[in-house]
């Protein structure tokens, strides 16, 4: 994900906390920022869910991207990948 605009690493976390909550309230997935925590305006923001239906959990995480872009447009997401673990 990209930041535009950002200026600091405090911004940077006002604006992707929020983020991380509300993905963890809608969806009931466990989120992270998991790499850039250095860059002001690069986040790469994961979200995992546990299942024993390959299908629930696809179907699940494939809905996040699209809610991202559609309601947190101040953020650009750059690329999504979804891994299932057996």
Same mark, same amino acid.
């Given at each position: 994900m990209k930041l535009p605009g950002c200026s600091?690493?405090?911004e940077k976390r +006002? $604006?992707?906390?929020?983020?991380? +909550? $509300?993905l963890h309230r809608e969806f009931n997935v466990s989120v992270a920022e998991i790499d850039?925590?250095?860059? =002001? $305006? %690069?986040?790469?923001? #994961?979200c995992a869910?546990? +299942?024993n239906n390959h299908d629930h959990t $696809?179907? #699940?995480?494939q809905v996040i991207p699209a809610w991202v872009a559609k309601y =947190?447009? %101040? @953020? &650009?997401l750059v690329d999504d990948h979804i &891994? @299932?673990?057996n």
């Open positions: 600091s690493l405090k +006002s $604006r992707i906390k929020p983020l991380i +909550s $509300r850039f925590h250095d860059s =002001w $305006r %690069d986040t790469v923001i #994961a869910l546990v +299942s $696809r179907q #699940a995480l =947190w447009q %101040d @953020l &650009e &891994e @299932l673990i």
